[in-house]
């Protein structure tokens, strides 16, 4: 079984994902299936290359599969809602990314960037799109807002709400504003927008997930841990390290 896992192992990296597929299967049989989510991952990374190609028959196929393994799956869902969105098929796609931020707040960093390409392909009806969304998690402000900031999406009313609240609410950002003479709960919509552009190139210099099995840190997301190999133990850190992105700017 051990040499079953280590082949498993070699087939992700070689991002040969039918025969990682057939590993898996054994292993299944066997009793010693590795992570239940790892199989519609690879049945996710088979859409997201079909999907590539145009071959959308074959994308939903695959995307089918991984539903079987793994019902209400986050990853399938989004790239669901890439082919909606594609397609025109704005109601599903709003659907789909509101049932992934239901399900796990952490995937915001995903889920907004989509939202905003729904709502600038659909023109004014976009931002009560964007605001029905993020509405269904009202507990999400830092997550939101960090996502908003990362994906310069501050023309959309709800979110530069939660961007204000963020800004307010963390205590190292609101010193900081407080130090330049103004207050953090009453900024102008200038003022917001440059605060956030410093913060989106802070962050780009400085880890913003951390593995939550194995502590690796990373600038990017990754379904996959690069440390330990766990799917899905990403999770977003969700205030800027001022101190560290200084010192990246720095250098």
Not at 52 to 63: C, I, N, P
Not at 65 to 83: C, H, K, S
Request: proline share 4%.
């Amino acid at each position: 079984m051990a040499a079953m896992r280590k082949l498993m192992r070699i087939y992700e990296q070689e991002q040969d994902w039918p025969r990682a597929i057939e590993v898996f299967r054994e292993l299944e049989k066997a009793g010693r299936a590795p992570q239940e989510s790892a199989i519609a991952h690879y049945y996710c990374e088979l859409a997201e290359a079909a999907h590539a190609r145009g071959e959308l028959d074959e994308a939903r196929e695959h995307l089918r599969a991984a539903r079987r393994e793994v019902r209400r799956f986050p990853r399938g869902a989004l790239v669901r809602a890439d082919i909606a969105i594609e397609q025109a098929n704005f109601a599903l796609a709003e659907k789909l990314l509101g049932a992934v931020l239901a399900h796990d707040a952490a995937l915001a960093i995903e889920v907004i960037p989509r939202l905003v390409r729904l709502a600038r392909a659909t023109g004014s009806p976009g931002e009560a799109a964007i605001a029905r969304v993020v509405a269904g998690r009202p507990d999400a402000v830092n997550e939101v807002a960090i996502a908003s900031i990362m994906s310069d999406a501050l023309d959309f009313a709800p979110l530069e709400d939660r961007v204000r609240a963020c800004l307010a609410g963390d205590e190292a950002i609101a010193g900081l504003v407080r130090a330049i003479g103004r207050d953090p709960e009453a900024l102008d919509v200038r003022a917001v927008v440059d605060i956030a552009v410093v913060l989106r190139r802070l962050a780009a210099r400085t880890p913003r997930y951390r593995c939550a099995n194995c502590g690796f840190s990373s600038i990017e997301h990754f379904w996959q841990c690069p440390g330990c190999k766990t799917w899905d133990s990403q999770r977003p850190l969700l205030r800027f390290d001022l101190v560290a992105g200084l010192e990246g700017a720095k250098k």
